[in-house]
Structure formats: C-alpha cells, structure tokens
C-alpha cells in the first residue's frame, strides 16, 4: 500500500512540447517525480493511445512505482473523442492511496510537493494546485497571445523554478486564481470555492468513492467535468478545498491543440456541459454516474431554458438546441443512448479489480 496515488491521464503525441523537440511527453514529470523528498506514492498513467507505446516504463521508471492503464474500452474511444472523466475513473479503480492526486502530463513538481500535499491532506485539506506553463521556447508572438488569453501583464516570479531543469529559464505564467490569492501578499492558504476545484487537485480516496468519481455524462466534450467534482465535493460535505502557496506545478509547455493531441483526437462540441453541472447542482445529486436520459427534457427545459445565468445569450447562438449542437446531432444522439445512460459503481470496480487477477489491465512495473 501506498499513501499517495498519483493519476495522469493523456492523449497527446510522445513528443508535444513548444520548442523541445526532443523532450518526450513524460520525461518533465518522470524526473521530478523521481527527486521527491516524500517516496510513499504510486504513478498510474491512464493513455488513450496506450497500445502505441506500451513499454515505455519498462525503461522509463526511474525507480518510481509505476501503472500503466490503457483507457480502452471506452464508448468513445473508437470514434477518437474526448474521454476525461472516464480515465480519471479508471484511474480511481487502479489507486491503492488513501490520498488521490490528479495531474497533467508535462507537469514539473517541486521536490517538496508530495511531502506538502501529504501534510495538507493530514491536517484537513483537499488542495487544488497552482497551475503554470513556461514559456521560455514559445514565440513572441504566442507568448503575448497567450497572455492576452490568461493574464494581463508580465511573466510571474511567485513561484521558485531553480528546482526544474529541461533547458527553461523561468518564463512562467501562472493561473489567475493562484496568482489572484498569492502575488501581492504573505498569505499562504486560503480556502476556495468548489467551483475553483479543477484537474490538478487532491481529494480523499473516501471522498472520491462517495460522490462515485467524475461524472462521465461530461464526456465526449469533457469541459467542466473538474467543476462539477468540485461542486459534488461540498454538496457531499467536504468544503476544505484550498490552495497553498507552496502547492504548485510549472508545465513544460505544450503545443496548442491539435498539435499536441494525438491526431486520432478529435474535440467537437456535442452538448453544454454547464446544463449537466447546473443540472447535478439545484437537484443537490452529489453522487455521478447513475443513468441520466430521463432528466435531458429538465436540463434542456427547466436548467437550459430558466436556470442558466446565460441563457439569453445562448439563445442567440443558431447551433444551439439548446444544451445540444445541432450540428453534432448524431454524436448527441449516440450520447444520449450511451453516455446519458452510464451506471457504474466506482467502489464496486475498484473491488473488482482488487479481488478478480483478471481485471487488471495494462503494465504494472515496479509494484511492491
């Protein structure tokens, strides 16, 4: 058994990030991972394109304890869509910590982190982390854009990056809800709401297990999905979700999508996934994954129609049924038969897996 279960979903390209042409998808966080001052946790990657590159840890660990999942089968995965939830579910099934940690491939972590995320959970807290890219190797031009996109003025020096190496110089950006609570102050934690909960986080494996995971409704789009745990997460009564100045993680930049997604991927937009996050938020329906075609006509006529604060907007958009894109009526059908419908019982799978040999998929290396 461990203490931590590290999970990374992907579907990116071995080799997607800007201006490192050389520097393979998991190299960043396989190498910080390894100079961690806290040893008790496990690393379970979740790959859509698993069978592509099964062997890769077998020559790749570092010493770390590794697992390796394949994200097939999935109802999308054949058609080459956007499967969030359901990899970060399987990832939940694959855990044996007690303290589960989600992230991002390409990330850097600072050598302190899992000994800081470990103290945060022991002493009460669920931490979502602050997020930053570094930019060194991207243009100018995409640099600005990038900005202009996130954050208004220049490159920020919040975060220490002496520990990371890879060739960048510190040119880092940081989210605005860290930066927002930590720039111009000495404050060190600070309490946030559910709805700033987002993929890079912890929670309880207890937690997890009983608001049964991501809701893979949101899948197919996928957007929002980390909200809606959030939100799930204090309507279940765990409103000790914080972020900490010394919980963050810098990300080798990867190129915009699609050049950095596998190019099998493809990323339309279906449905409004805010209906299902408004939906499971005034029904008070903490736990995800129970078959949700009977309530599509409340979304679409009471949540879509009279709850949402944008509404009026979205009404004026033509490829809005609304809630769905008429123009993806076919993907939206076939999400209504399959993903609307799901059920599954996270616990229940994860004892599955835990007492059956034959539920085990993927390569295991290094497991104790």
């Known amino acids: 058994m461990v203490k931590i279960s590290y999970i990374e979903i992907t579907a990116r390209v071995n080799y997607p990030t800007e201006g490192q042409p050389q520097l393979h998808l998991w190299e960043p966080t396989l190498q910080t991972l390894s100079t961690q001052t806290f040893k008790d946790f496990e690393y379970i990657v979740v ?3 698993y069978e592509e590159r099964p062997d890769y840890f077998k020559t790749h660990n570092y010493g770390l304890q590794i697992k390796h999942v394949p994200a097939a089968p999935n109802i999308w995965h054949e058609l080459g869509m956007v499967q969030t939830c359901h990899q970060f579910n399987k990832g939940i099934i694959h855990a044996d910590g007690e303290l589960i940690f989600t992230g ?21 807290y669920f931490v979502s982390l602050g997020f930053g890219a570094d930019l060194t190797y991207v243009t100018k031009l995409k640099k600005d854009e990038w900005q202009g996109m996130a954050l208004p003025d220049a490159p920020t020096q919040i975060v220490p990056t002496s520990w990371y190496d890879f ?19 000495e404050k060190q934690n600070s309490t946030i709401p559910p709805e700033w909960y987002y993929g890079i ?9 009983k608001i049964n995971g991501y809701d893979e409704a949101f899948d197919g789009d996928s957007t929002l999905n980390d909200v809606d745990f959030g939100t799930r997460l204090a309507m279940a009564g765990y409103n000790n979700i914080t972020m900490f100045r010394d919980s963050y993680t810098v990300e080798a930049y990867a190129k915009l999508w699609p050049q950095s997604w596998h190019p099998k991927m493809k990323r339309p937009e279906i449905k409004c996934n805010n209906g299902i996050l408004l939906y499971n938020k005034v029904t008070g329906k903490y736990r995800a994954n129970q078959p949700l075609y009977l309530d599509i006509d409340y979304i679409i006529n009471t949540v879509c ?7 009026d907007k979205c009404a004026t958009l033509p490829h809005r049924g609304p809630f769905y894109n008429k123009n993806e009526k076919k993907l939206f059908e076939y ?20 007492d059956k040999d034959d539920y085990l998929e993927g390569t295991y290396v290094n497991v104790q």
Request: contains cysteine; glycine residues 6%; charged residues 30%.
């Open 47 to 49: 790959d859509v394109f």
């Open 104 to 124: 991002a491939d390409s990330s850097m972590y600072p050598p302190d982190l899992m000994e800081n995320l470990w103290c945060h959970y022991k002493n009460g």
């Open 167 to 185: 060739g960048y110089d510190g040119f880092v950006v940081m989210d605005h809800r860290f930066r927002s609570l930590f720039e111009n102050n």
């Open 201 to 209: 986080s912890t929670v309880s494996l207890e937690a997890a297990l």
């Open 305 to 311: 129609k009279r709850i949402c604060p944008i509404r």
């Open 335 to 354: 999400w209504r038969e399959h993903g609307a419908t799901f059920q599954m019982d996270l616990e229940f799978e994860r004892e599955m897996r835990i």
